[in-house]
């Protein structure tokens, strides 16, 4: 009963992590306008709702446990791209803070290697993925 709270509350988090960020976008587009091309990016706008578009999916893999190891993976790689994107070395010193946030996304991946591995659980997941989709056929023999 322990791992099944731990696991759900794991899920919680992820999920309502990024459900949080894709509500900022959201809810102040350009603000994260901003942010994005002040990083020196391109075409800002578009990356904006790309991302905010996104998080959503990776949000609704972590609630329900669809394509959970899937996203896991995909949410680090997009972790450590926005650790090296928005809180680089590039950035640490004009502001020390830059480093413990880029060190942040480093824990993040850990977790979320952790749960790739691991999967939803066995409660309250849909415990879909490409391994299930493009499984073989079972013959009968």
Partial sequence: MAKTIAILVARLIFGGLFVMATSFKFLDMPSTVGYIAGAGFPFALFLAWCAAIFEVGLALAFLTGAFFSEAALLAGVYVIFLAFAFHGPNRWEGNQAEFGFFVD????????????????????????????????????A
């Fill in 105 to 140: 996304h480093f824990t993040f991946l850990a977790g979320l290697l952790f749960a790739a591995v691991h999967g939803p659980g066995e409660r309250l997941a849909l415990n879909l993925g490409l391994k299930q989709i493009f499984a073989p056929a079972r013959r009968i």
